[in-house]
Structure formats: structure tokens, C-alpha cells
């Protein structure tokens, strides 16, 4: 617990984070977590009856400074001597989730700054921050992103060049493919994908392994033979043939062929 420092006659005011109170909420392009506080609101009629919480969500990130994730504001009403426990919601992404899974050792860790107005209250209505450090317990933490299901991992990572950086055109690619399925165009981006591993084709160097046995090719072939597997996947959608004349791919066909040719593509 903390405290809400006001000045007399109101005094402190006890805050803290409530044991087992975060939790993530699915959401469409971004998730919601959820963190419950508690507060001892104060017994003075000089406090009025409504206390205003404005919260900034941050995450220690090694020896720097913690790193900012959200804003979060709520105005609370209240009965004098009760206690409280507003919800705070901050909205993550996907890629925030897994960069804060990916930082920590063994149970999450957050800090919640806090700012609290009384703005009913006699005299002054603020007091200086207070500062809540969150120790989220890594069972629940895991429970909690296993509860997403599968909306965690549907973002997909595209390496994006600056100024007229060599993999431009490879990158326009792929950012056609995502135009092309969000457009429910799922052959159309599936094209898209296979010009990228054309591209790569082109200009990785890595050499083609031939008949030469598995076990005895370089590195570069068995990147070579990964990227070839992945483009004659790609190249099913244009049915040119007896054979892949009735293929049928799916959006995750689509998004896991994107997602394949933009992780080669980093090799370059």
C-alpha cells in the first residue's frame, strides 16, 4: 500500500494495487488490461464525495528508465470512510504483450503512477503522486495471455526499410499482401508473398543444393531449399495446373506465407 498525501484536515489516503486484479481482456487490434485498485477514502466532509484517479502504466525495462504503456483516468464517487476499487484499463497490442512477456524473469512486474484529485474537496484538491509497484504472480500472468487464444499471435512482423534501402521493393510486397487480405483477396496476397520470395531468390546468394544428401548441405542451401518450399506453397493459388487446379487456401494460409517470406526476408 501507498498513500495519497492531501493536506489537512483531509490527511492520507491509503492506495494500492488489489492481489489477483489484473486481467486481459480480447479485444480486435489491441487487448484491455485491467487493473484494480483500492482505495481507503477519507472521513472528512472536507473531501467532498468524489475522487478522481489519472493512472500512467509503465514497465521496468533493465537498468533504463521504466518503459510507458498507457493513461488511464476514472472518476470515482464515494461515501466517506468506505473503500473503493475503480478498474484502471490500458490498451496493449498484441506486439506489447509479447515484448512484456519476452522482459520478464519469473513474475510480471508494473508500476502504476498515480495522481489524485478531490475536486469537491475545501482548500487544496490535489497531492503529490503516488507510485504502486505491481507483482503479478507468473501462473496467472501465463493464465491470463493463454486466455487471449489465438488473437495474440495474428500480428505479423514486417521488416520495413528507410529512404531507398535495398529490400524496398520486396517490402512494398508484402505490404500489398496485407492491403490485398484485409481486401479478402487471399490469392492476391498469396501472389504478393510469392514475388517477395522471388525477390529473395534473387538476391540471398544462397546457392541451390542440387541432389546433394540433406545432411551434407551448407547453411545457405538449406535456407535456399526452406525458401523454395515456401514458394511452391505460394505458387499453388495460381492453378495452373492439373494438380493445384483445385487448391483452396484459407486467410491462415495466406497470413502464415506472408509471415514465412517476411522472417526470410530479415536474413538478407
Not at 150 to 160: D, G, K, Q, T
Not at 247 to 267: K, N, P, Q, V
Request: with cysteine.
Amino acid at each position: 500500500m501507498d498513500e495519497l498525501r492531501f493536506e489537512e484536515p483531509i490527511g492520507s489516503i491509503a492506495i494500492g494495487y488489489r492481489d489477483n486484479g489484473l486481467m486481459l481482456l480480447k479485444g480486435l487490434g489491441a487487448h484491455t488490461l485491467r487493473v484494480q485498485l483500492e482505495v481507503k477514502t477519507p472521513a472528512s466532509v472536507e473531501a467532498g464525495r468524489v475522487l478522481t484517479l489519472e493512472t500512467d502504466l509503465f514497465a521496468p525495462y533493465g537498468n533504463a528508465a521504466p518503459v510507458w504503456l498507457g493513461t488511464s483516468a476514472v472518476t470515482v464517487p464515494f461515501r466517506p470512510g468506505e473503500i473503493v476499487r475503480p478498474h484502471m484499463q490500458y490498451a496493449l497490442t498484441s506486439a506489447q504483450l509479447r515484448v512484456l512477456d519476452e522482459h520478464r524473469s519469473g513474475d510480471l512486474r508494473l508500476e502504476v503512477n498515480v495522481r489524485a484529485v478531490l475536486p469537491q474537496a475545501t482548500g487544496y484538491p490535489g497531492c503529490p503522486d503516488a507510485r504502486l509497484y505491481l507483482d503479478v504472480a507468473e501462473s496467472r500472468w501465463r493464465q491470463q495471455l493463454e486466455g487471449l487464444g489465438p488473437s495474440l499471435a495474428v500480428e505479423m512482423s514486417v521488416p520495413f526499410p528507410t529512404g531507398d534501402e535495398p529490400r524496398q521493393d520486396a517490402v512494398g510486397y508484402l505490404l500489398q499482401a496485407q492491403r490485398r487480405l484485409r481486401d479478402d483477396d487471399v490469392d492476391g496476397a498469396m501472389l504478393e508473398a510469392r514475388r517477395t520470395l522471388e525477390y529473395i531468390k534473387l538476391n540471398s546468394g544462397w546457392g541451390w543444393p542440387g541432389n546433394k544428401p540433406d545432411r551434407d548441405r551448407t547453411v545457405d542451401e538449406r535456407w535456399s531449399a526452406i525458401r523454395k518450399a515456401v514458394e511452391d506453397q505460394a505458387s499453388g493459388n495460381l492453378h495452373k495446373d492439373g494438380v493445384t487446379k483445385d487448391f483452396s487456401y484459407s486467410r491462415t494460409d495466406a497470413e502464415t506465407l506472408i509471415a514465412m517470406a517476411a522472417a526470410l526476408l530479415r536474413l538478407l
